[in-house]
């Protein structure tokens, strides 16, 4: 059997959907969650080993760590899909945003691949992987959600530490996505407005995510680098 991969956030969306994609192939799967979720039980039920795991509380950071490292001798890869999205609307004191932006985008990664670095290097294919998901503003800011695009540029910059670091034999590289899948509660209008955003003029799709976390996996020489997955939004006038 292949070694597991671990993916962060598997509870609904990319995470969910790369989970589904890895079972699928018979890749066996870790995933972590903060919420109960319907499709939690679909993923156990299919052979997903499930960690509830609560990125804000650095105990349970520890906990993780030491159940993967001691269940398991060895990983094909980790892919950092845990997020959260907080904006500068005066809700929440903007000093606890930008410690909790750091804290899930940055230092629970960071923490991560340093304890499970002895899991990557005894991978049993060529080369094991790191993909942090990120986001298309960690290269151009946001107004509306700056300490979340702050943190994503830091986590942006582990993967070159983290490549330097732990190259040949494990690849990191990051993945930043623009308009990927709509949530169900958006409506018409933000759908529209969102979508002439970039010259593709429509969502990406999650299976782009999937094809782009293959092209990165399956690669034997990228590594240090972070893939544009944003339908050509750079380019597009506003």
């Given at each position: 059997m292949?070694?597991?991969?671990?993916?962060t956030?598997?509870?609904?969306r990319?995470?969910l959907?790369l989970a589904r994609?890895?079972?699928?192939?018979?890749?066996?799967?870790i995933?972590?969650?903060?919420?109960?979720?319907?499709?939690?039980?679909?993923?156990?039920?299919a052979?997903a080993?499930?960690?509830?795991?609560?990125f804000?509380d650095?105990p349970?950071?520890?906990?993780l760590?030491?159940?993967?490292?001691?269940?398991h001798p060895?990983?094909?890869?980790?892919?950092?899909?845990?997020s959260d999205?907080?904006?500068?609307?005066g809700?929440?004191?903007?000093a606890q945003?930008m410690?909790?932006m750091i804290?899930?985008?940055?230092t629970?990664p960071?923490?991560?691949n340093?304890a499970?670095?002895?899991?990557?290097?005894?991978?049993?294919?060529?080369?094991?992987d790191?993909?942090?998901?990120?986001?298309?503003?960690?290269s151009?800011g946001?107004?509306?959600?700056?300490?979340?695009?702050a943190?994503?540029?830091a986590?942006?910059?582990?993967?070159?530490?983290?490549?330097a670091?732990?190259?040949?034999?494990v690849?990191?590289?990051?993945i930043?996505?623009?308009l990927?899948?709509f949530?169900?509660?958006?409506?018409?209008?933000?759908?529209?407005?969102?979508?002439k955003?970039?010259?593709?003029?429509?969502e990406g799709?999650?299976?782009?995510?999937?094809?782009?976390?293959?092209?990165l996996?399956?690669?034997?020489?990228?590594t240090?680098?972070v893939l544009?997955?944003?339908?050509?939004?750079h380019?597009?006038?506003?």
């Amino acid at each position: 059997m292949s070694d597991p991969v671990l993916i962060t956030g598997v509870g609904k969306r990319a995470g969910l959907h790369l989970a589904r994609a890895f079972i699928e192939r018979g890749t066996p799967v870790i995933g972590t969650y903060r919420s109960e979720r319907p499709a939690l039980d679909e993923l156990s039920r299919a052979g997903a080993e499930l960690h509830h795991c609560d990125f804000y509380d650095d105990p349970q950071i520890d906990l993780l760590c030491r159940n993967v490292s001691s269940n398991h001798p060895s990983l094909r890869a980790i892919i950092h899909n845990a997020s959260d999205w907080l904006a500068e609307d005066g809700s929440i004191p903007p000093a606890q945003i930008m410690r909790r932006m750091i804290q899930v985008h940055v230092t629970a990664p960071y923490r991560i691949n340093l304890a499970l670095e002895p899991q990557l290097l005894g991978c049993k294919a060529p080369h094991a992987d790191i993909i942090h998901i990120g986001d298309y503003v960690s290269s151009r800011g946001s107004a509306k959600h700056i300490a979340y695009a702050a943190s994503k540029a830091a986590q942006d910059n582990l993967t070159l530490s983290f490549s330097a670091r732990l190259a040949p034999r494990v690849k990191v590289n990051s993945i930043a996505p623009a308009l990927l899948a709509f949530n169900e509660h958006d409506d018409a209008a933000y759908r529209e407005k969102a979508k002439k955003k970039s010259l593709m003029q429509r969502e990406g799709g999650l299976d782009e995510l999937v094809s782009a976390v293959d092209y990165l996996m399956q690669s034997g020489y990228i590594t240090g680098r972070v893939l544009p997955l944003d339908g050509g939004r750079h380019l597009q006038v506003a």
